[in-house]
């Protein structure tokens, strides 16, 4: 199984980004997608993830990020608006299979997302 995750890069604050994450090797309609992210210094956070149609969110991206799926393309997508500062991490995909992310059985390389003031 693989997790490529793409999309990361440097952004002001105020500034979007879309994440990428193709995933080979697995039925990936059967996974629960998602995303967790770690800032330096800071332990490893949830973000969101995707079941078929259900989507969860951390309280502190609710309104500014959106998860959503390609079932075709394998592939699970993070929409980043309204970046700030605080939002700089390492993002990493992750995949579990069923309908929740709780412990992943799988995760990307992760993506650098560095948002400056």
């Known amino acids: 199984v693989q997790l490529q995750a793409s999309g990361g890069g440097t952004v002001q604050a105020g500034g979007s980004l879309r994440l990428s994450c193709a995933a080979s090797?697995?039925?990936?309609?059967?996974?629960?997608m998602g995303w967790f992210r770690q800032a330096p210094g800071k332990e490893r956070e949830f973000v969101a993830s995707i079941s078929y149609i259900i989507t969860y969110y951390a309280e502190f991206v609710k309104g500014r990020f959106t998860i959503s799926r390609d079932n075709a393309r394998n592939t699970v997508y993070l929409q980043l608006n309204s970046l700030k500062p605080e939002d700089t991490a390492v993002y990493y995909c992750a995949a579990e299979r069923g309908r929740v992310l709780s412990t992943p059985d799988y995760w990307g390389q992760g993506t650098l997302v560095t948002v400056s003031s």
């Open positions: 090797g697995l039925t990936f309609s059967s996974y629960t």
